[in-house]
């Protein structure tokens, strides 16, 4: 009964703790919608802020300039920050945004880093996504506040402007046991696949 329990998911078992009823995740972020995480907190009923831990004029390195299709020596901005949610930490932030003059404003720790691209005239109009499960990462998971037996989960993603140009390439990490994510999953028709394979 312990087994199948731990199978659905409704309790875990914590290495020589024993069993605990699993809590649910007070945040639903949707994976097939470009949705800030400013926007998942607040929808909780909880209060966005945003802890910055570092802002540098950083030399693109070349997986950044791959990414960003950077083919010069121009430099990005890089953002380190801590999104909170009533001043709990919920996922890691590193940004790398293709505009060297970027600044943050006070206000920025209030509300979407989307909204303040947009005011820098780099609005976002989809992005590219790859989700990747990580174990205990001792840096990140201590800025985050996780026991040893929580997971994270690495969203990597590259923003594109209405252009198809890449401007901004984040990898924000969701401290798993805070978060739940949903996905719309629908049937491709025949014809849709046709024109699938035939791109």
């Known amino acids: 009964a312990f087994h199948e329990l731990i199978t659905e998911q409704i309790i875990t078992e914590h290495f020589q703790e024993g069993y605990f009823v699993k809590e649910k995740p007070p945040f639903n972020y949707p994976v097939d919608e470009l949705k800030s995480i400013t926007s998942m907190i607040e929808e909780a009923g909880y209060v966005a802020g945003t802890l910055i831990i570092s802002q540098d004029i950083e030399q693109p390195s070349l997986d950044d300039k791959r990414v960003l299709r950077i083919d010069d020596e121009r430099k990005v901005t890089v953002i380190e920050r801590i999104r909170t949610a009533d001043e709990t ?22 509300r979407s880093l989307f909204d303040a691209l947009m005011d820098a005239g780099l609005a976002i109009s989809y992005a590219a996504t790859e989700i990747e499960s990580i174990g205990y990462e001792p840096y990140i998971s201590n800025a985050l506040d996780c026991a040893p037996e929580d997971s994270l989960l690495l969203f990597k993603q590259i923003h594109y402007n209405d252009n198809h140009e890449p401007v901004l390439y984040s990898m924000n990490y ?9 996905v719309r999953r629908t049937s491709v028709t025949s014809h849709e696949l046709f024109k699938y394979f035939s791109i």
């Open 89 to 110: 930490p919920v996922v890691y932030c590193l940004d790398k945004i293709d505009m060297m003059n970027f600044e943050m404003d006070s206000g920025i720790k209030s």
């Open 174 to 182: 969701f401290k798993s046991s805070q978060v739940k994510f949903k």
